[in-house]
Nanobody, 123 residues
């Protein structure tokens, strides 16, 4: 079992930056592949970024390439999402997720989810 707690979401102006954190606890959390997803009101949850257990492999949605960066610190059992050049359309609840096997963009391949943190980008 892995527990995930996101933090760092807040109101930010367009063009600004924000760093989200996801603290993982439970058995061997550092062995898990991690992902960030987001869900805006009235929309389906969508993939943002993912990272391998060692941090050597990453994957991004096309709409965040060059603006967002995923990283992890296994000593702290924490995964980060550094977001820059934020746009109003980035407004959403951001979720952290974990799976045992893949750097995946598919929600169904993740076994554990956090409760989410709200990011609001004002224009």
């Amino acid at each position: 079992q892995v527990q995930l707690v996101e933090s760092g979401g807040r109101l930010v102006q367009a063009g600004g930056s924000l760093r989200l954190s996801c603290a993982a606890s439970g058995r061997t959390a550092s062995n898990y592949f991690m992902g960030w997803f987001r869900q805006a009101p009235g929309k389906e949850r969508e993939f943002v970024a993912a990272i391998s257990e060692a941090g050597t492999n990453t994957r991004y949605a096309d709409f965040v390439k060059g603006r967002f960066a995923i990283s992890r610190d296994n000593a702290k059992n924490t995964v980060y999402l550094q977001m820059s050049s934020l746009k109003p359309e980035d407004t959403a609840v951001y979720y952290c997720a974990a799976n045992r096997w893949f750097v995946s963009s598919r929600t169904r391949e993740y076994d554990y989810w956090g409760q989410g943190t709200q990011v609001t980008v004002s224009s």
